[in-house]
Nanobody
Framework: VQLVESGGGSVQAGGSLRLSCALS?????????VGWFRQAPGKGRDRVAG????????YYADSVKGRFTISQDNSKNTLYLEMTSLTPEDTALYYCAATQGLISDPLRPSMYPNWGQGTQVTVS
């Protein structure tokens, strides 16, 4: 299983970015959960958004609700995070995570065994 994030960068407050995460190595046509997490300097890994495949249930941390949107394109095996109205508090290293099968809490980092290397988002 491999996850590769892209799309990070520097943006001014109020701006937007779209992160992508290319997934490979998963068993085709099976259920899975995927999510986005972030880690700011000196802080722990924090929840951002999660989704269960096949059910279209999406979950968001309160801090990003209404500003961020998680989606996936199964034909491209890619996960996205559309981020709008960015603030300096959104500055962090953003990771995507995935697990085969369904989990009870798609926003809990410890439930994911597979992680990407992260992509930096800086808002000034």
């Amino acid at each position: 299983v491999q996850l590769v994030e892209s799309g990070g960068g520097s943006v001014q407050a109020g701006g937007s970015l779209r992160l992508s995460c290319a997934l490979s190595g998963f068993i085709v046509n099976t259920k899975r959960c995927v999510g986005w997490f972030r880690q700011a300097p000196g802080k722990g890994r924090d929840r951002v958004a999660g989704v269960r495949s096949g059910r279209s249930n999406t979950y968001y941390a309160d801090s990003v609700k209404g500003r961020f949107t998680i989606s996936q394109d199964n034909s491209k095996n890619t996960l996205y995070l559309e981020m709008t109205s960015l603030t300096p508090e959104d500055t962090a290293l953003y990771y995507c995570a995935a697990t085969q099968g369904l989990i009870s809490d798609p926003l809990r980092p410890s439930m994911y065994p597979n992680w990407g290397q992260g992509t930096q988002v800086t808002v000034s």
